[in-house]
């Protein structure tokens, strides 16, 4: 036997101890190789958002634990700077709750980047939560430290002017009825005057932009006091309208109806005249052109007039409030300001803040819903 068929007779399976050798598979080739590679990475991109890790910035966690336990270690070793009277309430159940904020980040950051069994695991939704809220967690628990530092500790912000973070919990349970009451009455009323403001102003819009006899005779009253600050007719207002509240409604409705009929009458009036000389072809009669064409074409600009009308609600509904009602966000606000209650202002400032942060989310998620045929075509 030659050298050639000796090399080759290496890679041939062999026979050992009368047991046959095994079928050889052949090594797979560069191409097969690279083929193979890119099936892998196609694999890897199709695989489910929710089996994949979820938690790879797990010292994000470990971070906000530690913010969070600073703020705790302050509140509680540091003591407070007298203030005038005998201590700021509640110093000790606000470090206390800072502590339990502590452990439950870095409960959260161990269970979701430690080597534990499924079993172990936190759901796959919680741990990407909690990664997104991470840095959100970090900062806020610098400003509350800082806020802490600024007014408790050190007295740089002089009370009764500033308090600290820990007073509020004071507010909020001493002050808890009226302060409650205050809220359904405000919430009240928001919602009764953006109700009649939209549903008012989305039928003005509607009929000045399908119609030309109404457009010619609404168009130049909505140019001329659709303008008007609704606050500039607050005297006007409480004296044409028999109660507070009225006018108040009123007051609320005008700073709503003006945008979403703006806007309402501008997408009435943008839609493509195809769409109508289709709908006409079928049959189309002229009321289904308005309520099955021209209004659902028109519900993105009338969603952003809602947008625009809410946050003009929002300032009305404390000017109004401040000035002829006996319960409300406004009037909680004017009352504290007049007894120098500046901590239970603060109190109700964050509570407006949360409840007009929810209806703007709210009238989203609507949005959402009612405009979902729209998702990846117009950018929201």
């Known amino acids: 036997m030659n050298s050639r068929a000796l090399a080759a007779s290496e890679y041939l399976p062999q026979a050992q101890d009368g047991i046959p050798a095994p079928d050889r598979k052949p090594s797979p080739s560069a191409s097969d190789k690279t083929a193979k590679a890119a099936d892998a990475r196609l694999a890897a991109l199709s695989v489910p958002a929710r089996s994949r890790p979820a938690f790879h910035a797990h010292w994000l966690g470990f971070a906000a634990t530690l913010t969070w336990s600073l703020l705790a270690a302050i509140t509680l070793a540091w003591p407070n700077k007298p203030a005038g009277f005998e201590d700021w309430a509640y110093t000790t159940e606000f470090g206390i709750a800072a502590g339990a904020g502590a452990f439950?980040?870095?409960?959260?950051?161990?269970?979701?980047?430690?080597?534990?069994?499924?079993?172990?695991?936190i759901p796959l939704r919680i741990a990407a939560a909690f990664r997104h809220v991470a840095p959100w967690l970090i900062v806020s628990a610098f400003i509350l430290m800082l806020w802490e530092i600024l007014t408790a500790k050190t007295g740089i912000l002089p009370p009764p002017f500033f308090a600290p973070p820990s007073s509020l919990i004071d507010v909020y349970i001493s002050d808890y009825a009226r302060l409650a009451d205050s809220t359904y009455n405000s919430i009240k009323l928001l919602l009764e005057g953006v109700g009649w403001g939209a549903a008012v102003g989305f039928t003005i819009g509607v009929s000045i932009g399908w119609s030309r006899t109404i457009n010619y005779w609404v168009h130049p009253i909505l140019r001329f006091l659709g303008p008007l600050p609704p606050t500039a007719l607050l005297p006007i207002a409480f004296f044409f309208f028999p109660s507070s509240h009225a006018a108040s409604v009123f007051l609320i409705a005008l700073a709503t109806g003006f945008p979403v009929a703006i806007l309402s009458w501008s997408g009435v009036a943008g839609v493509n005249k195809a769409y109508y000389d289709v709908a006409r072809t079928m049959g189309a009669s002229e009321w289904f052109l308005v309520f099955r064409v021209a209004i659902p074409a028109a519900l993105p600009q009338v969603f952003v007039g809602l947008f625009m009308g809410f946050g003009a609600s929002f300032v009305v509904l404390i000017v109004a409030e401040?000035?002829?009602?006996?319960?409300?966000?406004?009037?909680?606000?004017?009352?504290a300001q007049g007894y120098a209650a500046y901590v239970n202002m603060y109190g109700a400032l964050i509570v407006m803040t949360i409840i007009f942060s929810s209806l703007i989310s709210l009238l989203f998620a609507v949005r959402d819903r009612v405009l979902v045929w729209q998702k990846g075509i117009v950018k929201w």
């Open 322 to 335: 401040m000035m002829g009602v006996k319960s409300g966000l406004g009037w909680y606000l004017t009352w």
């Open 104 to 121: 439950l980040c870095a409960l959260l950051a161990f269970l979701s980047s430690a080597p534990l069994p499924p079993a172990a695991r």
